[in-house]
């Protein structure tokens, strides 16, 4: 199973992550761990990422779709994976399609938290209080204003890929305002309610396939098979026999050829 979730800051990806890695025995894959441990591996590629990041600077996609791949070609991602921060925009779930395909890799689903933003900042905001209350230390993104600029982000950026992903078939949404258990359970339903888009789309190729592959099949042989024969007529033969032949014309004779010459 392979899927990608989708949803904004706070919607609750992380945990239903886990869930599905639980349940299935898939991994989730974290463009920003994978990048890391890249820098940390010492890898050819790992120290192009590490001067990135020292700059302050935004990998390049392929960078990152380099990364993505080498990570799912691992023996762990066998039975699938859920992207976790990737893809964020349209042209990088462009490329994502273009290296899955390179190697026979659909995604089966793409998971959308569906989120009302204004009950999601006033949920950050009573979180934020609760932690306080008991003393406890707040994350750097534990603050409403880091969350609504994130919010914006999100809408600019990533929002589009909810229209990119309906558009190829594979798009379920759930209410991701929901309680954690029952947000869990619609996401099962929808992934098993129905077999996922790619499926239907390598099975028809299947098909096609293997109709091309048929003997007889073909714009020559389909010519040949609508070509429509005509039938011997049974009655052909006694309408030659009944005609009267026709007689040749009798040549004179030479003494009435020697007569006629006289004449």
Do not use: W
């Not at 190829?168 to 949404?173: D, E, M, N, Q």
């Not at 789309?201 to 040949?224: D, F």
């Not at 098979?225 to 007529?233: E, L, M």
């Amino acid at each position: 199973m392979r899927l990608i979730l989708l949803g904004p800051p706070g919607a609750g990806k992380g945990t239903q992550a886990q869930h599905l890695v639980a349940k299935y025995g898939i991994v989730q894959l974290s463009t920003g761990d994978m990048l890391r441990a890249a820098v940390k591996a010492g890898t050819a590629l790992g120290r192009q990422v590490g001067d990135i990041m020292a700059r302050g600077a935004l990998c390049p996609d392929d960078v990152v779709i380099t990364i993505v791949e080498q990570r799912i070609a691992q023996p762990d991602a066998g039975k699938g994976f859920i992207l976790d921060g990737f893809p964020r925009t349209v042209a990088q779930a462009e490329a994502l399609d273009r290296m899955l395909a390179k190697h026979g890799i659909a995604l089966d689903a793409v998971i959308e938290l569906r989120v009302d933003e204004a009950a999601l900042l006033k949920r950050i905001e009573n979180r934020i209080a609760e932690m306080q209350s008991r003393g406890e230390a707040l994350r750097p993104d534990d603050n409403p204003d880091v969350l609504h600029r994130r919010l914006l982000a999100y809408r600019e950026q990533t929002a589009p890929l909810i229209a990119y992903y309906r558009r190829h078939g594979i798009l379920r949404s759930v209410d991701g305002m929901a309680p954690i258990a029952d947000v869990a359970a619609a996401i099962e339903g929808v992934l098993t309610s129905a077999p996922s888009q790619p499926q239907l789309a390598r099975s028809s190729t299947v098909k096609r396939a293997a109709q091309a592959a048929k003997p007889g099949i073909g714009k020559k042989s389909k010519a040949r098979a609508t070509t429509t024969r005509r039938k011997p007529d049974p009655t052909a033969g006694k309408r030659s026999a009944n005609k009267p032949k026709s007689r040749a014309k009798a040549r004179p004779s030479s003494k009435a050829r020697a007569a006629k010459r006289r004449r």
